[in-house]
Nanobody, 117 residues
Framework: VQLQASGGGLVQPGGSLTLSCVGS????????IGWFRQAPGKEREGVSC????????FYADSAKGRFTISRDKAKNTVYLQMNSLKPEDTAVYYC???????????WGQGTLVTVSS
């Protein structure tokens, strides 16, 4: 069972990136998937999550209107589309799979997003 997060990189302010979270060894269909981030010197924070069925999504205030979370069941992948990126979005982004009790049981290794001119 493994989650692989990818898609990070260096982008200028106002730019866009799409992060991917791919599941291997298990189907993401039955798990809520969350995106978290941790900036240098700061605690990890939740960014967005999507329910197991994909019918419900949540966004932190910092992500509302700029980020979109989605699922591709055929690819066993959850995406985080990030637009209008700001320097304060700079962080390592992690994806995690959570059960119905709200426990985040599996974590990806993280992908670095740097927003800088």
């Amino acid at each position: 069972v493994q989650l692989q997060a990818s898609g990070g990189g260096l982008v200028q302010p106002g730019g866009s990136l799409t992060l991917s979270c791919v599941g291997s060894g298990f189907s993401l269909d039955y798990w809520g998937i969350g995106w978290f981030r941790q900036a240098p010197g700061k605690e990890r924070e939740g960014v967005s999550c999507i329910s197991s069925g994909g019918g419900s999504t949540f966004y932190a205030d910092s992500a509302k209107g700029r980020f979109t979370i989605s699922r591709d069941k055929a690819k066993n992948t959850v995406y985080l589309q990030m637009n209008s990126l700001k320097p304060e979005d700079t962080a390592v982004y992690y994806c995690a799979a959570g059960d119905r009790s709200g426990n985040w049981q599996y974590w990806g290794q993280g992908t670095l997003v740097t927003v800088s001119s």
